[in-house]
């Protein structure tokens, strides 16, 4: 039997503290190693189609980094009034384009799987602003990030693994769940694979690509689910909230040790 690859090889791996850096170098060939799904891009035709100010959004000197993001990720048509939608059709993952130096602003991003964020909310803000309501982030590894993406080399993607618990696998998640309740043999792992690459001297793009998997599988996984456990109760206030609180944290580590 095959197994579930997330479960195999988790994001949380042995229990490590939620934030931490975890960058590590990718050939580019396996940067966009997978092609768009059927339902993916409609996932995301949908939203550009009907709610686009929702899931894109550029400062007005943007246009020459979503320029040179095109001649990386080439782009056929231009359909939308933002060179960053088009391209996202192309790929599976959301798409964020932050300037490598100086403030370290997101300039222009399309994103259709946000997990508790907005990008009107973010556009134009440094790095370490975007980061803001994700208090033990910043404390941790906020000023690490920056100097990372200062000092990367030119066209070489890193990647890192995130995670959350979700009670559902829809893609779009603007604000924080309600308060959860029910049985988390019902609940999914989301799991986001994030990259980092300098595409030019000025101008960097962070990619996320979203997966789920259903929590109760992690019990074939004692590996897995000894680290989830152990990350979960390694948490401290702020993850805890950003998490989705206390009461859900409590819930996934009695579920865990039954």
Known sequence: MAGNSLFQAPPWGDGYSKYRLGLNPIHEENWFNEPIS????????????????????????SLLAQQILAKNIPTLKCEYPDPIADTSLLVPDDLCLIESNGKQRMLAASVCSPSYWNVQDKIGKSLYDVHAPVKSLNKKIGKNIGR???????????ERENWLIHTDTKRFHLVGESEIVGNPDNWFVRSERETICRIHDDYSLFTIRVAFA??????????????????????DKDEINYFGGAKKVKTLIEYLNN
């Open 38 to 61: 059927k339902e993916v891009f409609e996932h995301k035709f949908n939203l550009l189609n009907n709610n686009y100010s929702e899931v894109v959004a550029a400062t007005e000197d």
């Open 148 to 158: 990372f993406i200062e000092r990367a080399p030119l066209l070489q993607p890193f």
């Open 214 to 235: 259903p929590i109760k599988e992690i019990h074939a996984y004692e590996s897995a689910k000894a680290g989830m456990l152990k990350s979960l109760m390694n948490m």
